[in-house]
């Protein structure tokens, strides 16, 4: 080895004679070194056709009214569809009242006598008493479900409109209702002068709803009329007694923001004709007998109102639910007493 560094030194040192350093080359089996990945952005992983319609919705949001039908999309969007669980109606439909009482009353004529000549419609004042009215008994006696309901609608209009303003729309809610019912009262009653009211309220998209209703209404026998029933002990205020298409019917006129096609959209309102039926059936005041009802669903934009008719078949299914109804107030208040006394 010595004599070959001896040879290279000599070579080295002669004239015309180089030798070069040969080079290190290396190996490397790792992709790493030979070529280094750009560092990719992980917002450009994002899929952002999939989700540009949330995206729009976030961003459009602060410049969209609320309205409580599109609070329920929001919810439909984070939580998905609202899943409603039905109790068993089985149950339900087997219990008996225990306070059975006839709807109809056999000691009384369905019309008044067609000879005599014809009277204006009855006007009975509610007096104030102890006794229960329907409005309150069924109020008292709401389902769980009903009351959820009615207590989230609360809840997201308050939020929406705030604690005042929710109480402004309430306000004006049940001021419509009642100008509604005074034109109507006028425009029914025989001896009505349109003149002596207010114009603006016929000129109301409730009243212009009812139009084709109102032609089919005659033969009006009361209006907001009160009923008590003696037996079961309970008293109301019904809207109009009068013929929708030649039957004799109780007729409750109702306001509404949204469709109610279907009679099942109209909540508890059977159950509130069904009691005044049975309590006027029953009411020495009234010497006529009613087999039938009608609840009138009217809408502020004028759009035709809904009727749904009851006849004796269906009057007599919900007068089943509301003497239950009627029964469930009863325990409970005797159970507040209890309690009281306790």
Not at 208 to 216: M, N
Not at 295 to 317: N, R, W
Request: glycine letters at 4%.
């Amino acid at each position: 080895m010595k004599a070959f560094q001896t040879i290279c030194r000599q070579l080295r040192s002669s004239t015309g004679f180089f030798v070069e350093p040969t080079r290190h080359v290396y190996f490397s089996t790792s992709a790493y070194s030979c070529s280094r990945k750009k560092k990719l952005n992980p917002y450009e992983e994002v899929d952002q056709g999939k989700y540009s319609a949330i995206v729009r919705s976030v961003l459009s949001f602060k410049g969209r009214a609320q309205t409580p039908e599109s609070l329920f999309e929001e919810d439909n969007l984070l939580y998905g569809p609202l899943r409603k669980c039905k109790p068993p109606k089985q149950a339900e439909e087997a219990r008996v009242p225990g306070n059975w009482f006839p709807l109809l009353s056999s000691e009384r004529n369905v019309k008044p006598n067609a000879t005599s000549e014809p009277t204006l419609p009855l006007k009975i004042p509610l007096q104030k008493t102890v006794t229960p009215s329907v409005t309150r008994v069924l109020q008292q006696t709401m389902t769980s479900e009903q009351i959820f309901y009615l207590e989230r609608w609360k809840q997201r209009m308050t939020l929406e409109l705030g604690e005042d303003g929710f109480a402004e729309y309430s306000s004006n809610i049940f001021l419509q209702g009642k100008r509604f019912h005074e034109a109507l009262e006028s425009i029914l009653s025989p001896q009505g002068n349109l003149k002596e009211r207010d114009e603006n309220l016929f000129k109301s998209g409730y009243i212009e709803s009812v139009q084709h209703i109102l032609k089919d209404v005659s033969g009006v026998r009361a209006l907001e009329s009160a009923v008590q029933h003696k037996t079961l002990k309970y008293v109301g205020l019904l809207d109009c007694v009068a013929e929708y298409q030649g039957k004799l019917c109780v007729i409750d006129w109702k306001t509404s923001e949204k469709p109610k096609p279907a009679i099942r959209n109209t909540f508890d309102n059977p159950l509130q004709v069904v009691a005044y039926i049975g309590a006027m059936n029953h009411d020495t005041n009234y010497n006529f007998q009613v087999q039938s009802g009608l609840i009138v669903v009217a809408y502020k934009d004028g759009s035709p109102a809904h009727p749904h008719f009851m006849d004796t078949e269906l009057c007599s299914q919900y007068w089943v639910k509301w003497l239950l109804r009627l029964e469930e107030y009863i325990k409970q208040e005797k159970s507040q007493n209890i309690q009281k006394s306790d």
